[in-house]
Nanobody
Framework: QVRVAESGGGLVQPGGSLRLSCAAS????????MAWYRQAPGKQRELVAT???????NYADSVKGRFTISRDNAKNTVDLQMSSLKPEDTAVYSC?????????WGQGTQVTVSS
């Protein structure tokens, strides 16, 4: 079965760090652009970061310098290293694979930044 699954979310204090992981089926990971999105209650889902199959990255202005997206093409995984976390980073973080015919989404993992 085609699958996208996130893990690593949790509760962290402001200024802390978390590392999120996303495991995807090879057929929707290889040669595909992968992305992390987030959605807070009452807000639109927003793009956080993208990474191409070759490793080129892009970031939302709000996370530049704090978040790092990476991928392991041998393991079919994409990670999001989050540092200097702020309360406004609190959201459900989701992983997405883009194909020419449709997008594939994970179920999301909750990140809560609070003291």
């Amino acid at each position: 079965q085609v699958r996208v699954a996130e893990s690593g979310g949790g509760l962290v204090q402001p200024g802390g760090s978390l590392r999120l992981s996303c495991a995807a089926s090879e057929i929707i990971f290889r040669d595909r652009v992968m992305a992390w999105y987030r959605q807070a209650p009452g807000k639109q889902r927003e793009l956080v970061a993208t990474i191409t199959s070759g490793g080129s990255t892009n970031y939302a202005d709000s996370v530049k310098g704090r978040f790092t997206i990476s991928r392991d093409n041998a393991k079919n995984t994409v990670d999001l290293q989050m540092s200097s976390l702020k309360p406004e980073d609190t959201a459900v973080y989701s992983c997405k694979s883009t194909t020419p015919w449709r997008d594939y989404w994970g179920q999301g993992t909750q990140v809560t930044v609070s003291s």
